[in-house]
């Protein structure tokens, strides 16, 4: 049975209208009609937290609901977490490859760097996460002490996305842009803006992170 659409709006607009009680019971009840957690965080909840976004930009919304759709999110998070980990770990994939992952400097934004995070670990690969803010020179020092197969970095302002081409840059100046294969994503970033910069692919959702890291160890260079 397919997840019905109607639960799926629900949970959208329960998390629109920043409805706490709403959110888990709705989520909660689409768990029990056979929805699956990856499918009910990359649809409902992601597209609902875009609708705040929109809200936010159109002056309806201010920071005060954007932290609050942030908490809400997060707390149905803690339900969602182990099931996502479970559909990631049944989709396989799982290899000896080293993740280092953030968000860049200046960027404090940490739900969906988080997401990908969980979803890489829980697919068999290791993860180091370093947190949101990260300094160019933080990644580049990181590349040196765990020597990753990925450097994974996430941003989503505009103005904080052109730290990832530092981050590319520093790691070109120390002889190491060539050891690590660089993913990124988030909102601020485009697939042309990933080409540009310089970096191996560009991860539209926490998915496609995971299925570019399986495509590394089948060999695969570069995707945008
Ligand atoms: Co902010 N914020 N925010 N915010 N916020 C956005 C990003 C914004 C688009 C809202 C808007 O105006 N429409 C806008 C950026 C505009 C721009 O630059 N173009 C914005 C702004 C302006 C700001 C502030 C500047 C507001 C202010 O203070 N005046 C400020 C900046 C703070 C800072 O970082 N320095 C700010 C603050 C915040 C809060 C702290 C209140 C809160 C974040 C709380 C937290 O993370 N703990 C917040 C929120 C919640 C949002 C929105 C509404 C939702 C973000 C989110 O969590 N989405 C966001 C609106 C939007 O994104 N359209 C917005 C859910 C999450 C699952 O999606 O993170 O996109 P996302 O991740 C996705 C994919 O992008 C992808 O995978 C995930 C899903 O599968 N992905 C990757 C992400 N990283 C990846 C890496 C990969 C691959 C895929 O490979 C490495």
Partial sequence: MACPEKIKEEIRECLVDLDRDCVLEKVDDALSQECSATELVLGPMSEA?????????????????????????????KKLKPLLQE???????????????GTVKGDIHDIGKSLVATMLEAAGYEVIDLG????????????????PH?????ALLTSTAKHMKEV???LKKEGLRDKVYIIVGGAAVTPGFAEEIGADAYGG???DAVSIVKN?????SREY
């Fill in 49 to 77: 937290m875009q609708e705040i976004g929109r809200l936010y930009e159109e002056g309806e919304y201010f920071i005060a609901e954007l932290m609050e759709a942030a908490e809400i999110f997060k707390e149905a998070m």
């Fill in 132 to 147: 949101v803010d990260v300094l160019p020179e933080k990644f580049v020092e990181a590349v040196k002490k765990y020597k």
């Fill in 205 to 207: 959702t926490a998915i």
């Fill in 216 to 220: 590394i160890s089948r060999g695969k």
């Fill in 87 to 101: 559909e990631a770990r049944r989709r396989g994939g799982g290899s000896k490859i080293r993740i280092v992952i």
């Fill in 168 to 170: 590319i840059d520093l």
């Fill in 150 to 154: 990925v450097l994974a970095m996430s």
